[in-house]
Nanobody, 116 residues
Framework: VQLQASGGGLVQPGGSLRLSCVAS????????LGWYRQAPGKERELVAT???????RYADFVKGRATISKNNANNTVYLLMSSLKPEDTAVYYC???????????WGQGTQVTVSS
């Protein structure tokens, strides 16, 4: 499985951003897609996930401000974030959890910077 993330950039506080991640390869082995983030000096943390049955899960810090969705036709998972805060600044990674080894794949990350 290969994951290609895009959509990051510089956004003003209060703004919105949509991240995209295209999956390719053995996509039938994927059961969950998700977004994680890592800020400088901090550990990587979960932002949101969506399962093959469209069950979604959000971290408390983005509830009400983020929507994860996927388009099975083009194998893409999206993360729409609004009301962005400076503390949302991080590298955002997409991840695929699979039924077979190695059980997880990571995309290359896309930088999101929230600043005026």
């Amino acid at each position: 499985v290969q994951l290609q993330a895009s959509g990051g950039g510089l956004v003003q506080p209060g703004g919105s951003l949509r991240l995209s991640c295209v999956a390719s390869g053995d996509i039938t082995s994927i059961h969950t897609l998700g977004w994680y983030r890592q800020a400088p000096g901090k550990e990587r943390e979960l932002v949101a996930t969506i399962s093959s049955r469209d069950i979604t899960r959000y971290a408390d810090f983005v509830k009400g401000r983020a929507t994860i969705s996927k388009n099975n036709a083009n194998n893409t998972v999206y993360l729409l974030m609004s009301s962005l805060k400076p503390e949302d600044t991080a590298v955002y990674y997409c991840k695929a959890d699979t039924w077979s080894l190695p059980y997880e794949y990571w995309g290359q990350g896309t930088q999101v910077t929230v600043s005026s």
